[in-house]
């Protein structure tokens, strides 16, 4: 009988149990004593987030393909229970065995967002593994760190033994071999840890020495043992046809963020957004073959009983065979209860086309992306949109049937003007106009246009990984002008306006762009109770502005200067594929306001190469 880490009485006492029990349908279970490899797979955040994230799934499958290999999943306990495992000094638990993740041999964690680096120490510290990598033993697992925010990994590199940089359907089953090596030849783990920094793409924290100057910033950043490389490389599929995906994804108990299974139709975008790190580092464009993607919906639909399917991209108006897919779906599908869920589509008839086919207009709202308010702002960030195409899109949009319009935009951009501000509101009026220029007898319902603003972090390998930030006082004044506006105009029974958290951007900005020094800052503000500070009701500003003052760093230093395309920075040791050069001729054309074409129009020469599918 399966063994059940936590008692009935404790599961009575904590909200939604079913998080913690596992045994969801299409989980894996393995026999223990064939297994030479156990693997914990993590994403530090709540199961519900966690369930929905697809790089977990696609490794969770990769792993498992592996005959010796058993990979189990992890999440972070929510706060009720996380009390209890701490009273009772109950060790975290792998779902599939409820063993205690300190027995496993890896503990892989997904880095998805800044904002879960005390989560990562919560999954450490209640799997009692020691929170600093320099203090683990020979029976800790080893500690893998992946996913975007592996692009910068110094801010955490002392919580981490391994980082692997890049797309983890490449070089994993060679680490894999390594570790079944050492464990045969005896290896102790540093020398195992010396060997896998060998392999490419993984970056290895202990092995790499940082020194400063007296001003703060970065003087060197060089290798401590001749064998390990002095650049890391990242890793990339080159053909995604041919690529691990999962077609039995694990299907859960309660309701997740994202409650259906997904189809990842290409990977990497073509538009060259100068504030876009996934548009970036996900370089080239690779699309998979329609006949492929037509072979993976039916799987996944008929192997979890989701009654939708989500067609997964960064640009999924750039996939050249969209419109003969999402027919495929409508035609195979018909009758059965199926939605199509299409993110990530562009303003223009085309993706209105498509979306009218797959969506109830009566119940749903389109979601533009313009960014920026003012063509002189889009133009700097090189969103590639013109405000004609926008009010088009809308027309279109309005003539179809749909009446409520989201609008997405950026506060604090580089080179932002008052006017610039200003302009998301008149925007979102135009927007408003275009509704009420149909006939009465065409409007569906009430018009709702919905504008929100988040607040612009510079990111690593963006052209924007230069600029300086905007200060916490500077972002709430900006939405206070554009809330103003927005009231000021003819149409604002028709307009809504939200903006995102000050403080939680500013820490975010710090966060990605910082150095080795961070980690004490963000081990303290754990220590000072700091824990899923991406959800707004338990994140407490105030403790980490106490980490900050404890540790005396300055996170204006972080965050609120400009640097010198010159400076050192913390992740430069990284070749993430576009180079250096093209990222600072991009930031200087966005001073100028100049527009760099898709990579589909013209190749801008960013140094990431192509694999035949961008033209």
């Known amino acids: 009988m399966r063994k059940q880490a936590l008692s009935d009485e404790i599961l009575l006492k904590i909200d939604k149990p079913a998080r913690y029990i596992g045994n969801e349908f299409n989980s894996v279970i393995k026999d223990p004593s064939k297994i030479t490899v156990r693997f914990c797979m993590c994403f530090p955040d709540v199961y519900e987030i966690g369930m929905s994230h697809l790089g977990i799934q696609i490794l969770y499958d990769l792993f498992n393909r592996m005959d010796q290999v058993w990979c189990e999943r992890v999440y972070s306990p929510w706060p009720d229970l996380d009390r209890i495992m701490r009273e009772r000094k109950i060790p975290l638990f792998a779902l599939e065995s409820q063993d205690p993740v300190r027995e496993f041999d890896f503990l892989g964690i997904t880095l998805q967002y800044e904002m879960c680096y005390t989560n990562v120490l919560q999954i450490l510290d209640l799997s009692q593994i020691p ?34 940089i890049g797309e983890g359907e490449t070089v994993y089953e060679e680490l894999i071999t390594l570790y079944q090596r050492a464990k045969e030849q005896g290896l102790s783990r540093k020398d195992f840890l010396l060997k896998a920094a060998g392999i490419p793409g993984l970056y290895v924290p202990a092995f790499y020495d940082v020194s400063y100057r007296e001003d703060g910033t970065l003087a060197a950043f060089t290798p401590n043992r001749p064998q390990v490389p002095s650049r890391i490389k990242r890793q990339v599929v080159t053909d995604l046809d041919q690529a691990c995906y999962p077609l039995k994804p694990v299907v859960p108990f309660v309701k997740v963020t994202q409650d259906r299974v997904v189809l990842e139709i290409l990977r990497g975008c073509i538009r060259g957004c100068r504030f876009c790190q996934a548009g970036m580092v996900y370089r080239p464009l690779r699309e998979r073959d329609v006949e492929v993607l037509k072979e993976q919906a039916d799987a996944l639909l008929r192997n979890t009983g989701h009654e939708e399917i989500c067609l997964s991209s960064l640009s999924s108006s750039d996939y050249r065979s969209l419109k003969e897919l999402v027919s495929y779906l409508i035609e195979q599908f018909a009758g059965k209860g199926i939605n199509i869920s299409l993110p990530s589509l562009r303003i223009d008839s085309f993706s209105l086309d498509v979306m009218s086919k797959v969506q109830d207009v009566r119940k749903s709202s389109l979601t533009f992306a313009p960014e920026a308010g003012s063509q002189r702002m889009r133009d700097v960030i090189n969103k590639g949109l013109t405000e004609e195409t926008i009010l088009n899109g809308a027309w279109q949009a309005f003539l179809g049937g749909w009446s409520k319009v989201k609008l997405y935009f950026m506060l604090g951009l580089p080179g932002e003007t008052e006017e610039d501000i200003r302009e998301i509101a008149h925007l979102s009026e135009k927007v408003a106009e275009k509704y009420y220029e149909l006939p009465k007898e065409q409007r569906k319902g009430r018009c709702q246009i919905v504008a929100s603003s988040s607040f612009f972090v510079p990111k ?156």
């Open 460 to 615: 690593p390998f963006t052209p924007f990984q230069w600029a300086a930030m905007n200060t916490r006082e500077e972002f709430l004044n900006k939405a206070r002008i554009v809330n103003e506006e927005m009231k000021a105009q003819l149409n604002r029974k028709s307009l809504k306006y939200n903006w995102h958290e000050a403080d939680l951007s500013v820490l975010e900005g710090v966060l990605a762009r910082g150095d080795r020094k961070l980690s004490q800052v963000i081990l303290c503000a754990y220590e000072l109770g700091c824990l899923f500070d991406s959800w707004s009701e338990f994140f407490d500003p105030e403790k980490w502005t106490c980490a900050f003052s404890s540790c005396g760093i300055s996170p204006e230093f972080y965050y609120a200067r400009e640097r010198d395309t010159d400076e050192l920075l913390p992740w430069d040791f990284i070749d993430a594929g576009v180079s250096r050069e093209f990222l600072i001729r991009e930031y200087a054309r966005s001073r100028e306001g100049a527009v760099t074409p898709n990579c589909r129009k013209a190749c801008s020469g960013c140094g990431a190469r192509c694999f035949g599918s961008v033209k």
């Open 131 to 164: 929170l600093l990598a320099e203090n683990r033993g020979e029976n800790d697992p080893i500690v893998i760190g992946g996913g975007p925010c592996a692009y910068n990994p110094e801010p955490i590199a002392d919580f981490f033994d391994i980082f692997y």
